[in-house]
């Protein structure tokens, strides 16, 4: 799951190095919480305009994770 958030988030931004995700897993729970973080001149446009790209790839990562019956959250870090 790490590696999809990571290519969708490459493919959108000006500085492609700078992306990093973090993947925690959550106790007692099948799931984990991945954090985004992209340069401080991305994150306008890995959120999008009033959060319509964050909001999609939330709906990527989840479709994703009902075939593994898990759960994932996405964060992005700014």
């Not at 993947?23 to 973080?37: K, N």
């Not at 306008?44 to 479709?63: D, W, Y």
Request: net charge negative; glycine share 6%.
């Amino acid at each position: 799951m790490k590696e999809l958030v990571e290519e969708i988030a490459r493919a959108l931004v000006d500085q492609p190095d700078e992306v990093d995700v973090t993947e925690r897993d959550l106790p007692g729970q099948q799931g984990a919480v991945l954090e985004l973080h992209v340069a401080p001149d991305d994150v306008g446009k890995v959120i999008g305009k009033q959060g319509r790209t964050a909001r999609s790839i939330r709906s990527l990562v989840n479709a994703a994770a009902s075939k593994q019956n898990k759960r994932y959250t996405l964060e992005i870090a700014e």
